[in-house]
């Protein structure tokens, strides 16, 4: 069975930093381009930012370029997100997801295993 847990989700202040976790389990994680994705209420659930599998390969969302850096651990089955220089309009449920590939590329979508989320909450 799959499983994706996030991790590292908080209440911080413009300006602050966080660094989130998603550990993988039940799969291969080598062979899995992982993703970060976040939802705030109301509104549909946003690309932030993915890597492939090797972590050769990376890509962002506009309004994280510059800010926010994902990177792998392969031997430790995690991927993370660290986010600086947070606005409160990054306020959202963090997603992590999993997409089983055959290459080093990188999409924003789609994704075959999805994480329950970490909330992250920046106040101004």
């Known amino acids: 069975q799959v499983r994706l847990v996030e991790s590292g989700g908080g209440l911080v202040q413009a300006g602050g930093s966080l660094r989130l976790s998603c550990e993988a389990s039940?799969?291969?994680?080598?062979?899995?381009?992982m993703g970060w994705f976040r939802q705030a209420p109301g509104k549909e659930r946003d690309f932030v930012a993915a890597?492939?599998?090797?972590?050769?390969?990376?890509m962002y969302a506009d309004s994280v370029k510059g800010r926010f850096s994902i990177s792998r651990d392969n031997v430790k089955n995690t991927v993370f997100l660290q986010m600086d220089s947070l606005k409160p309009e990054d306020t959202a449920g963090y997603y992590c997801?999993?997409?089983?590939?055959?290459?080093?590329?990188?999409?924003?979508?789609?994704?075959?295993?999805w994480g329950q989320g970490t909330q992250v909450t920046v106040s101004s």
């Open positions: 997801a999993a997409e089983r590939r055959f290459d080093e590329r990188v999409h924003s979508a789609p994704y075959d295993y």
């Open positions: 039940g799969l291969t994680f080598r062979n899995y381009a």
């Open positions: 890597i492939s599998r090797s972590g050769g390969n990376v």
